[in-house]
Structure formats: structure tokens, C-alpha cells
């Protein structure tokens, strides 16, 4: 029998087994690979896929690969591959409708009508995160939960948040709640100083469908997550949907309490990852088309290989060419779009100062800047130190030596091996890819 023929007896066996949603999300992009002794390798299209696919469907997995080769004993391992990054781009719908600016009301709820599902461009980066929010909208409180999504600055997660209210909003009665996590402090905060707390917790226990953006902004409120920590019980007990997003793993987020972090993990989590080029030049088209600026090709194609991380920066260079182009009455060229976004584009190069990097990472990580420049080795302190020589060895054209005399008089050694660890760390984790990004791009605004 062929590894083909085994993985088509295996799907049509999955097929029966669970519910058409979740075939296509989580079936379609993967394959078998091969088998060797009784290990199963199936293809997958990013580590989290597979790590989400053995925790939830590993033993069904096994059956369906026994089943189709007639009996038997079979493990099944994961392994990321080309294959099924292809066959995730293949299923991704590239949206081309126009953006709905105006929609049904929302009951009073802050979401973004700007912000829906039909125009958000799905790409190898965001189709995990994408098709999970799709599952969430559709089956709030059903498919996964808590729907934690993570990924860089400006990549998308507001986006995916509104777009999910938007869609429930539209459909249902459920009651929801969209929030960034700074208008929950500000609400605990209120709250606690006018005697109002069983007024808060009636608001957010009581709902159906609870949205926090920025839960990394959690970090060191403990009366807040206090408060949070409840409401999520309350909510998670009630089988009522709660949807997070955070620039960062759970994992990663410092000054989070343990019992909270643990349940963040304990739904489903959907990383966002920066866009691929193909992806990059979708989004250009779409929303050039949606706001009818003419954007001829060349211009598509220097935007999309100079604004690489940030989705928010390409749809900036996007409006401001456009404003230019229609103030002048002049045609969007090449040369045109140099000159007008040279500053925009000319801050990737900017020369940062070493103080600047190191107090944006003082603040990131709550440590003061004579500890970071200390000799003290705990953990929470090293690790944000290491960030901080490398991010200094990125952005600023400083030698080893002279880093070191930044951080309190270190060796060069000291400063090459942490740039080693950070570069490895960064090679080895997209979460810690997404904290680099990150700081960069705060440390670059200035
Ligand atoms: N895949 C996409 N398709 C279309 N537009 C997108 C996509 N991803 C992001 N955008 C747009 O990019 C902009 C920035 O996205 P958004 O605000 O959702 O990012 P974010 O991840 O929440 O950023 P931050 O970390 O700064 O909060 C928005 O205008 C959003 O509509």
C-alpha cells in the first residue's frame, strides 16, 4: 500500500470522527510523510500546528494510520516541512472584498468596524491565527478556550480581535466585551477607589464572550490580575469565551502570576508571524485597491521588500503616498515614493544610543539600569542583559569592547557571548524573534 493510499484511508477515517471545521483547520494542511517501524511522520506547517495537533488529536491520529493500514501498533511524530507550508498558503484565502466600513450596530461595544475577517489578507505568517479566530467566531465558548493569540507589533492581533467581536456581534445576541488590557486596570483601579468592585465583577462575569488586547500589559498589576484571575474562572467555568492577545508566549511574560499563565495555555495558542513577501504584496494590493490609490508595480515591489515586519508600516507608507500623490495631483512613481517616505524608511538605519536601547529594555523587563549593568547572574537579570548587548551590537555600528564599558565595564568576551546566546535563542524561538522585533521597533521610534 502507498503512503498515499494509507493517508487517504486515514483522513477519510478522521473525516468521520470529528466535525467539518475542524478537519479543515487542522487535516487539510498536514500529510504523511512517511512511515518508519511504527512511527507515523506526519508534515506539518509550523511547530505550534503540530504541538496543538499531538496534544489534541495525537491518539486519533494513531488510530486513523492503524486503521488505514489494517491494524497495529503506530506512534506518530511531527516534523515542520515545505510541503505543508505550501499546502497552509495553498488554503489561504487572500480576501478581496471591499472593506465594510459601516456595520450593524454593536450594542454599545468598542469594536472597530474597520476590523473584520473579510478584509484581513491571509498569508503563510497568520493562517494558523487566522483560521483559529474564524473557529472562535463562529462556535464562541465551543472551539477553543481561551483563544490566546501572539505575535509582533503591528501584525494584526487588534485586527483578528475586532474581527471576531464583528462577526458574533452580527450574528448573535451573546454579550461581549472588548478591552485592552489598560482599560481593565484603569477599570479595577476606578473600581477599587469608589468602593465599586461588585459592580466591575457583575460587568465582566456575567458576559459571553470576554476580548482583552495587550495581556502582556498585565505584567507587574497584581490587584489587576487578582481581579482578572477570577474573571476568568468564573467565565471559563461558564463555558463563555475568552479571547487574549499579548505580544509575546505566555511563557515570556514577566511579572505574570504562574496560575494565570498556566491558563492562558490552556485553550488554544495561535502565533502571528511577520508576513512572507507574497503576503506583503497581497496586503499592498488590497488596500491600495480599497482606498483607490494607483500603485504601479515597482512600487509594490520596493515597499514590499523594504517594510518586512510590520503590517501597520506598509499600510502607513500606502496612505501617506496616497495623500501625497492626490495633494499634488501627481502620479505614485518609484522615484516618488523614495523621496516621500525616505524618513519612514530611512529610521531602519537609524544610529541609536546605547542608553536609549538599554532604558527601553529597563522598562520592558522592570529592572533598573544599575542592575542591568551590574555583575549580578540571576536569571531575571541576565536575560534581559544579554538582550540589551545584543540589540546595542544591532542597531549601533559599537564594538564588543565598547559595549562592554556600557554595561559597567564587561570583558568583550562577555558581550560576544551574549550577542551568541540572543542570536541563538532568536534562531531557535520565534517568541523570542517577536521580543527582539518588538524593542527594536520601540527603541527606533525613540
Ligand atoms: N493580514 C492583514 N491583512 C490586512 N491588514 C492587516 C493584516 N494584519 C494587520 N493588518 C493591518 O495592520 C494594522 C496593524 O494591525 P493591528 O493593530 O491589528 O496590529 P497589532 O498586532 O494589534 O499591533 P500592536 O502590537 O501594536 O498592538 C491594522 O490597520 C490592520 O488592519
Known amino acids: 500500500m502507498s503512503i498515499d493510499t494509507v493517508w487517504q ?9 470529528v466535525p467539518k471545521q475542524v478537519y479543515d483547520t487542522w487535516f ?4 504523511l510523510d512517511r512511515i518508519e517501524d ?12 503540530g504541538e496543538w495537533l499531538g496534544t489534541h488529536y495525537g491518539p486519533l491520529l494513531s488510530e486513523a494510520v492503524s486503521a488505514a493500514r489494517g491494524g497495529g501498533e503506530v506512534t506518530v511524530s511531527f516534523l515542520v516541512d515545505q510541503k505543508s507550508a505550501k499546502a497552509q498558503d495553498h488554503a489561504a484565502v487572500v480576501s478581496v472584498a471591499k472593506t465594510v466600513a459601516q456595520t450593524k450596530s454593536r450594542r454599545g461595544i468598542q469594536l472597530n468596524p474597520k476590523y473584520i475577517f473579510k478584509n484581513f489578507v491571509v498569508g503563510a505568517g497568520n493562517q494558523f491565527a487566522h483560521a483559529a479566530c474564524m473557529a472562535v467566531a463562529e462556535q464562541p465558548g465551543k472551539a477553543y478556550n481561551p483563544l490566546f493569540i501572539y505575535g509582533g507589533v503591528g501584525l494584526g492581533k487588534t485586527h483578528l480581535l475586532n474581527a471576531i467581536g464583528n462577526h458574533v456581534a452580527e450574528r448573535t445576541d451573546l454579550r461581549i466585551a472588548y478591552l485592552t488590557t489598560e482599560q481593565f486596570t484603569n477599570e479595577v483601579i476606578n473600581s477599587i477607589r469608589y468602593d465599586k468592585m461588585m459592580d466591575l465583577r457583575k460587568r465582566y462575569r456575567h458576559i459571553d464572550m470576554l476580548m482583552i488586547d495587550d ?28 479571547v487574549l492577545s499579548s505580544d509575546r508566549f505566555p511563557k515570556d511574560m514577566p511579572d505574570i502570576e504562574e496560575r494565570l499563565r498556566s491558563r492562558f495555555e490552556w485553550g488554544l495558542i495561535a502565533d502571528l508571524q511577520p508576513p512572507d513577501v507574497e503576503t506583503r504584496i497581497a496586503i499592498l494590493r488590497k488596500k491600495s485597491e480599497d482606498e483607490g490609490i494607483q500603485l504601479p508595480e515597482d512600487v509594490i515591489q520596493y515597499l514590499s521588500t523594504t517594510l518586512k515586519s510590520n503590517i501597520r508600516e ?31 524608511i530611512g529610521d531602519k538605519k ?38 540589551a548587548m545584543y540589540l546595542c551590537r544591532e542597531l549601533t555600528d559599537a564594538s564588543y569592547p565598547e559595549i562592554g564599558r556600557h554595561f559597567g565595564g564587561k570583558d568583550h568576551t562577555t558581550i560576544i557571548h551574549a550577542c551568541r546566546q540572543v542570536a541563538k535563542a532568536k534562531d531557535a524561538d520565534p517568541a523570542m524573534q517577536t521580543t527582539l522585533e518588538k524593542l527594536k521597533e520601540q527603541i527606533l521610534r525613540g
Open 38 to 49: 511504527s512511527t507515523a511522520h506526519i508534515g506539518v506547517p509550523n511547530k505550534f500546528f
Open 215 to 242: 495581556i502582556q500589559f498585565l505584567a507587574g498589576k497584581e490587584r489587576t490580575q487578582e481581579e482578572f484571575f477570577h474573571t476568568f474562572n468564573a467565565l471559563y467555568e461558564g463555558h463563555k469565551q475568552i
Open 314 to 344: 506598509l499600510e502607513g507608507s500606502l496612505v501617506r503616498l496616497g495623500a501625497f500623490a492626490s495633494l499634488t495631483g501627481q502620479k505614485i512613481t518609484l522615484e516618488m515614493a523614495k523621496t516621500v517616505l525616505r524618513d519612514l
Open 350 to 387: 537609524k544610529i541609536v544610543a546605547m542608553e536609549d536601547i538599554q532604558d527601553v529594555v529597563c522598562t520592558q523587563f522592570h529592572v533598573k539600569i544599575n542592575e542591568l549593568k551590574s555583575r549580578r547572574r540571576s536569571k531575571t537579570l541576565v536575560h534581559p542583559r544579554q538582550i
Open 9 to 17: 484511508e486515514a483522513l477519510h477515517f478522521i473525516q468521520g470522527k
Open 28 to 31: 487539510t494542511p498536514v500529510h
